[in-house]
């Protein structure tokens, strides 16, 4: 009996969001499965329930995720692929409502921020909710004139919102980094483009371990794009890094730099190697 996961992908919020937004516009093929937390992202994958998950990594104005470090070495799942979603923050309303009729802008505290410009010139006041995409549903319930709500233009579609501002964030570079699972790897071949590979480490507890961990990378001219530290079961001392590096695992400088911080390292986890997405060569 084949056990072939069903054509799903999972993401973490509601019906709506940018991670939504995110899974139909580099998998327009898929159904998209909304989840209260990551780890039911993560989880629908590993029981079969979704073939891919979409979880977010990084915001290039809020900065990292980090549930998602945490979670991810766990998960049981590989990294095959990398999307860059820009985040379009929209201004929506009940239709019937315009921009004199509103006086309160909810959504999540990170989009609030992001749209500052707007919310001055528009006089509104802020109000604090969970999520972007549950704010559209619960302004479109409400019927609500004097109400508006932040989120992205697939949201206003599925909640049948009018659209009263576009395009209102304050920094249009606003690009959140999500990073594709699946249950088993997909291993780009070494020399068909540029290649991303993502692991996780610790370092042994000695004096400069982490300085001659990474030399190997320096002197093998290997490229790391990321590398985050964070603690470990909220022990100060324990210290887990999270690194993404240009190359592929079989060519020779990065297998050389692994080799070397393998010796440094207490533990070392690859959690996926993949295509590097081309918008890492546009994106200024």
Do not use: W
């Not at 961990?213 to 470990?232: D, I």
Request: with cysteine; glycine share 8%.
């Amino acid at each position: 009996m084949s056990t072939k996961p069903p054509p799903v992908i999972a993401f973490q919020g509601q019906l709506g969001a940018y991670s939504d937004l995110a899974c139909r516009n580099a998998y327009p093929s898929l159904k998209t499965l909304a989840c209260a937390t990551f780890e039911d992202a993560m989880t629908a994958v590993r029981q079969g329930k979704a073939r891919l998950a979409m979880i977010p990594i990084e915001n290039s104005t809020a900065g990292r995720v980090a549930d998602a470090h945490h979670l991810m070495p766990h998960a049981g799942l590989h990294i095959i692929g990398e999307v860059f979603q820009p985040v379009r923050h929209q201004l929506l309303a009940v239709k019937g409502a315009t921009l004199k009729t509103i006086r309160t802008i909810q959504s999540h505290v990170q989009a609030l921020d992001q749209c500052r410009h707007a919310t001055r010139k528009y006089g509104l006041r802020r109000v604090v909710a969970g999520d972007t995409a549950g704010s559209a549903a619960e302004i479109a319930k409400s019927g609500d004139v004097t109400r508006a709500a932040i989120a992205s233009s697939l949201a206003g579609e599925i909640y049948g919102l009018a659209t009263l501002a576009r395009d209102i964030e304050d920094n249009h570079h606003n690009t959140t980094r999500m990073l594709v699972l699946a249950r088993q790897p997909k291993l780009p071949r070494r020399g068909a483009g540029k290649t991303i590979t993502t692991f996780v480490f610790q370092v042994r507890n000695v004096p400069a371990a982490l300085y001659k961990a990474m030399g190997g990378f320096a002197t093998n001219g290997v490229n790391m794009t990321k590398l985050e530290s964070y603690m470990l079961g909220g022990a100060f001392t324990a210290t887990q890094f999270y690194a993404d590096v240009e190359g592929h695992p079989e060519d020779r400088n990065l297998k050389l730099a692994l080799e070397e911080l393998r010796f440094f390292a207490k533990e070392l986890k690859i959690l996926g190697v993949y295509p590097a997405n081309p918008y890492r060569d546009t994106a200024g």
